[in-house]
């Protein structure tokens, strides 16, 4: 217990000055620009989606036209990003390691999705993988399809999402020192468990990064998705039309319905990810 008159060792620190002057006015500004760009869309989507009122909101949020965009949405999504966690780490893996003619013209190609309209990606993806598209007529004599189709949707989440896996991924394989593979090397370790005792347990943070960059990216992608989906409800409809479709009908209660439900469901995955991400660099530590 302290002693009467004496401060605690908190309000110590508190009063100390820092190297840095200016932590109040930082503060300041950080918290009313979250207030005002963050919190206050969210408190009014919540409002707006409440005003509903208990019987609306669940006959909407129970619909099957709402389930099937939300499970297309977030279904295509996650495995977009574990597809990319996969290709994204290879292609990091190559820039990093490996010297070869047209590598800086392949780095920078990996950046095309961040700097393209979605709606150009979109209408090139829909040109490229309809039946008469260069790669969907090498499907088409096996009866598969790829745009107008839920593969469509995944086709497009995929390929937005790609530079988020490489660019979190590729400066830290950038920065292991090689010693530690030669050293294993030295220690009779095979490839594969070089790769995966070593390698992958130091990237695994960065990873984990990246796929929730993609996933988060993914779910609420409308431009290049629109162009490839086939907006077919009950089949290739996405969650992000169905909000502009109600909007378009003014059903505002409904939109923000959807929404608060995909925010819902957002905030809980992205939470576990954190988690999980938490967790590996508690366990294997920051690199």
């Known amino acids: 217990m302290m002693k009467a008159g004496i401060p605690s060792p908190l309000a110590l620190r508190l009063r100390e000055p820092a190297i840095l002057p200016g932590f109040g006015l930082a503060m300041g500004i950080t918290l009313t620009l979250l207030l005002l760009i963050v919190l206050l869309p969210l408190i009014a989507l919540v409002v707006k989606a409440a005003g509903a009122g208990p019987a609306d909101i669940l006959a909407i949020a129970t619909s099957p036209r709402t389930l099937a965009a939300l499970k297309l949405s977030f279904g295509a999504a996650l495995l977009a990003a574990c597809v990319n966690v996969v290709f994204g ?11 070869f003619p047209g590598r800086r013209i392949l780095d920078a190609a990996v950046d095309l999705p961040f700097a393209l309209p979605t709606a150009v990606a979109g209408i090139a993806l829909t040109a490229i993988y309809a039946q008469n598209g260069w790669v969907g007529r090498l499907f088409a004599p096996y009866d598969i399809k790829i745009a107008y189709t839920p593969l469509g949707v995944l086709v497009a989440l995929i390929f937005i999402g790609l530079p988020f896996v490489v660019r979190s991924v590729q400066p830290v394989l950038a920065d292991i020192e090689r ?5 294993a090397v030295l220690l009779g370790a095979s490839r594969a468990r070089i790769v995966f005792r070593v390698v992958l347990p130091l990237v695994f943070p960065s990873l984990i990064t990246g796929f929730v960059l993609a996933f988060a990216r993914a779910v609420g992608e409308y431009g290049s998705v629109i162009f490839i989906a086939g907006n077919v409800p009950m089949m290739s409809e996405i969650a992000p039309l169905l909000i502009v479709i109600k909007l378009e009908q003014f059903d505002y209660a409904g939109a923000a319905v959807v929404a608060m439900m995909m925010l819902l469901a957002s905030f809980v995955l992205i939470f ?16």
């Open 179 to 183: 010693d530690i593979e030669e050293a």
């Open 272 to 287: 576990l990810i954190n988690g999980l991400q938490a967790w590996s660099r508690r366990r294997l530590g920051d690199v």
């Open 89 to 99: 780490l290879i292609i990091a893996w190559v820039l990093v390691r490996y010297e």
